[in-house]
């Protein structure tokens, strides 16, 4: 496996490289070289796995206040192999490693001092918003803390709700303002809590909501996936249709309701998937994987391992360029299996995307 990058750059948070003048932005694809898996990305540096599984990082540095533009080590968690990590990316930042035990420390800090918060854990998220965390244990309970205060507590319910088992957690990680979280229980079920300003939430209303409640317009339809945007959401069906919900702005939903339209749209809507030509082709696609970034998201087709979306050519003369927004999903033509790449994954940053490619597989 390989890992492609592009979007800001203007902290190496992209595309590391010891060149001293570097690019804003990227726009084409770039091959990052001995990297296998974006572990996490954050607003302004990134988390990786080298081909030889060492943790590194590069972009913005919160403990020296520099730029780091190459791979480099991350001691933080010494050499844990970690299944995920969380936090806000300038002053929280947490890991659970293969063992299921919770790791937390200050990334501001230059001493490594990961004390253990909990163990049996096997997903975790964060809100930047008022620094809480939340994570899954092995019986499928929700515990929650603060790093100001990291006890664990079980989370609470409505007194309504009846008993659920949670297998997986969302958030949006690259920003210490995020403000909402997803949980999916093993029936595939979507619960969503905490801010509402956008829609985010998917309940039909702007009304902030205090604990995990359940997706009524999604009841019926088991869910396999779910992202968290800045102030939208995705989540993936059984089926593999995505629904998209929360703010359209910048056409971030994907939805061809017009990119320039700042709107709400507080319901789940089916996503748009276009072909070359600007017709829609939403029967022959299968989603497999999608992520969110602050004013973006991307889906991955499984069909095709291919990747959208992307810029339309009739907004452009070329696929590199920029300054405009796209309201429905469409094919990037460097992907795919007929040129030899076949995405399996995709993670978004703040303004940037690194995708999965399993190289040299040809129709």
């Known amino acids: 496996m390989v890992v492609y990058a592009f979007g800001f750059n203007a902290l190496h948070q992209t595309r590391p490289t010891a060149t001293p003048h570097h690019s804003v932005a990227v726009f084409a694809p770039e091959k990052l070289q001995n990297i296998r898996r ?64 919770v790791w937390e420390c200050s990334l501001a800090e230059l001493k490594n001092d990961a004390a253990i918060i909990m163990e049996d854990i096997s997903d975790i998220a964060y809100r930047g918003m008022d620094d809480v965390v939340v994570a899954i244990d092995g019986t499928g309970t929700l515990y929650t803390w603060t790093p100001q205060n990291p006890t664990p507590n079980t989370l609470v319910f409505p007194p309504s709700s009846s008993p659920t088992r949670f297998v997986h957690l969302s958030f949006f990680p690259s920003t210490p303002t995020s403000s909402h979280f997803l949980a999916l229980n093993s029936s595939g079920t979507v619960y969503s809590w905490g801010s509402n300003r956008f829609g985010q939430l998917g309940h039909g209303n702007l009304d902030f909501v205090a604990s995990p409640t ?65 017709g829609e082709m939403n029967e022959g696609i299968n989603v497999v994987d999608v992520a969110c970034g602050a004013d973006h998201t991307v889906a991955v087709d499984g069909k095709y391992g291919q990747l959208g979306l992307a810029p339309p050519p009739s907004k452009h003369d070329s696929w590199h360029g920029n300054g405009f927004n796209i309201d429905a999903f469409r094919r990037h033509p460097f992907f795919g299996r007929e040129q030899g790449r076949q995405v399996t994954g995709c993670v978004a940053g703040f303004w940037n995307t690194f995708v999965t490619v399993e190289e040299g597989f040809c129709l």
């Open 214 to 278: 359940p997706l009524e317009a999604l009841q019926g339809i088991p869910v396999l996936r779910m992202a968290c945007g800045m102030y939208h959401s995705a989540a993936i069906t059984e089926g593999g249709d995505l629904y998209t919900f929360g703010w359209d702005s910048k056409g971030r939903l994907g939805i061809g309701a017009g990119g320039e339209e700042e709107r709400n749209t507080a319901l789940p809507q089916l996503a748009v998937f276009l072909d070359e030509e600007g």
């Open 38 to 101: 974006i572990v996490q990305c954050f607003a302004d540096n990134t988390l990786a796995l080298t081909d030889g599984d060492k943790l590194v990082f590069w972009g913005f540095d919160p403990q020296t206040k520099s730029v780091v533009s190459t791979p480099t080590s991350f001691g933080k968690f010494g050499h844990r192999k970690l299944k995920c990590v969380y936090g806000n990316g300038t002053s929280v930042i947490g890991a659970v490693d293969e063992e299921g035990r």
